[in-house]
């Protein structure tokens, strides 16, 4: 059983900066595709980024690359978003969320993830 907690989220300028963070107790993520996800009111749930379970490869939205980071700890136990010149359409609730999957055409669907955060919003405005 993997538990994940989001935190780091909260109101930001546009321009702005943010890092979220997702803390996995009870297990290492090492074995795990992990990724983040987020949601607007009215959206549907939209892959952001991901590291690849093998040969830690990373994966981003186009919406989101050259301005997001993912990374993970040393430990892999935790996994990080950096964000950076954010704008008010990255406003949603951002998911972190594991899976054994490690096949690539399945990676930016939610439905492969087994384990979720409860999310951390993020609000981006002026």
């Known amino acids: 059983q993997v538990e994940l907690v989001e935190s780091g989220g909260g109101l930001v300028q546009p321009g702005g900066s943010l890092r979220l963070s997702c803390a996995s107790s009870?297990?290492?993520?090492?074995?795990?595709?992990v990724a983040w996800f987020r949601q607007a009111p009215g959206k549907e749930r939209e892959f952001v980024a991901a590291?690849?379970?093998?040969?830690?490869?990373?994966y981003y939205a186009d919406s989101v690359k050259g301005r997001f980071t993912v990374s993970r700890d040393n430990a892999k136990t935790t996994l990080f978003l950096q964000m950076i010149g954010l704008k008010p359409e990255d406003s949603s609730v951002y998911y972190c969320?594991?899976?054994?999957?490690?096949?690539?055409?399945?990676?930016?669907?939610?439905?492969?993830?087994?384990?979720w955060g409860h999310g951390t919003r993020v609000t981006v405005a002026s």
């Open positions: 969320a594991a899976s054994g999957t490690n096949i690539l055409s399945t990676i930016r669907t939610p439905s492969s993830y087994a384990y």
């Open positions: 009870g297990r290492t993520l090492n074995g795990y595709t």
């Open positions: 590291i690849r379970r093998s040969g830690g490869y990373l």
